[in-house]
């Protein structure tokens, strides 16, 4: 008789950053530089579908994304994740004598994104929230998501702002351990029901340096970097959690932009510099630009993450004017996609690869 193997499957949400998380301040335990604040959009959007099994038959820890086989060993990211995991399964399985001894048992972990993979569109945050998810599931551990979010962190620190729905901060907290770096629900997204979201696909190719890179580069040479970490981020946390909770679109989209630019001004102080936007990308901020000129405020707010494609952020009643406007700006790219996507209450996806 072949060895029974275990078996779960979780599906995780992508997450977009309003203030972004840049820079780590400890490497090894992937501790960030500043707080974060991010919407967590819908598990029918942009999300990532992982199953996560173990069978006394595997003969290595291995995860299958997208189709291609990574072993586990040569990710130090995913092996702190699953180290930690099973550990607590082991304790689990010591203080129960009844449950099944599966906790050294090999992993096999195959997930799959249905969206772009290091394309800037957070698929490690989604990713690696799905894979500490899966697995947590598959050991049946009694863990809280504030307990997930501090495993998921150290695969992607982007990921622990995945665990929770809605509008969501990462605490970049005081402890040398990170015990208290976790992400903490600002506001639930029925909160403010009218925020719509548009993604913009302008490549879905990979990007040339990845989030890890990029950041640790930006560390290591960019003088701007320490004035935004110490000096900006922590008065803009205050602001953006009091624009949500007061449902002012008019703030949350001036703070928004103004994070997304000076994020992409630190990338640019980087050594050698970091291009993560391109001509289309600029384009977008026009056009956003020009649908608030044309309002005499804010309809409508930018966001680019590491990578040239845009995440709009606006509110229901404006919802023709942005995405005519969008649309026609963009009228020379082929190959629209319009979907019925629902990522923060009901939003558009427009891919505009050429
Ligand atoms: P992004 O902007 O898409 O988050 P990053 O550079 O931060 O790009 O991370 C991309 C990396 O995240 C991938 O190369 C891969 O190692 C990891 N990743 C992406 N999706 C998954 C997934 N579903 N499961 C595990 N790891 C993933
Ligand atoms: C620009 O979470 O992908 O998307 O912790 O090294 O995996 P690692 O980085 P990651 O960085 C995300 C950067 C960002 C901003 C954000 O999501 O806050
Ligand atoms: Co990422």
Redesign the pocket.
């Known amino acids: 008789m072949s060895a029974p193997v275990y078996q779960k499957t979780v599906s995780a949400p992508v997450?977009i950053?309003v203030i972004?998380?840049?820079g780590?301040r400890d490497v090894g335990l992937?501790l960030p530089s500043n707080s974060?604040l991010?919407v967590t959009l819908s598990q029918n959007d942009l999300r990532t579908l992982t199953t996560a099994s173990c069978s006394a038959a595997f003969e290595e820890d291995s995860l299958w994304l997208n189709g291609a086989m990574e072993s586990m060993c040569e990710s130090p990211?995913l092996s702190v994740c699953v180290r930690e995991l099973r550990k607590s399964r082991l304790e689990l399985e010591a203080k129960n004598e009844s449950l099944e001894k599966i906790a050294n048992y090999k992993l096999r972990v195959v997930s799959e994104n249905n969206f772009p993979t290091a394309a800037?569109l957070?698929s490690?945050?989604a990713g690696f929230a799905a894979f500490a998810q899966a697995i947590c599931a598959l050991y049946e551990l009694p863990w809280t998501p504030t307990e997930l979010s501090r495993v998921a962190r150290q695969g992607?620190?982007?990921?622990c702002r995945s665990l929770f729905g809605g509008y969501v901060s990462w605490e970049m907290g005081e402890q040398p351990t990170g015990a208290d770096s976790v992400a903490v629900q600002v506001a639930p997204v029925e909160h403010w029901p009218e925020m719509r979201v548009a993604i913009l696909v302008v490549s879905a190719a990979k990007k040339g340096v990845s989030?890890?890179a990029g950041?640790q580069a930006t560390v290591a040479t960019s003088s701007l970097f320490a004035e935004r970490a110490r000096n900006v981020v922590p008065q803009r946390m205050v602001e953006m959690k009091n624009a949500i909770r007061a449902r002012d679109f008019a703030s949350f989209a001036q703070l928004t932009m103004k994070d997304s630019n000076q994020?992409h001004a630190v990338c640019l102080d980087t050594t050698p510099p970091i291009f993560y936007l391109n001509d289309t990308s600029r384009a977008i901020i026009r056009a956003v630009e020009s649908i608030n000129s044309s309002v005499n405020g804010y309809a409508a707010a930018y966001t680019f993450?590491?990578g040239p494609n845009a995440v709009i952020y606006f509110l229901e009643k404006d919802s023709d004017l942005v995405l005519t406007t969008l649309r026609s700006v963009t009228q020379n790219a082929e190959g629209w996609e319009k979907a019925d996507f629902k990522p923060v209450e009901s939003s558009e996806f427009l891919n505009l690869e050429p």
């Not at 992607?156 to 990921?159: I, L, P, T, Y």
């Open positions: 997450n950053a972004k998380y840049w780590k992937n974060s991010s990211r800037g957070a490690s945050a992607s620190g982007s990921a989030s890890t950041m994020f993450d590491a």
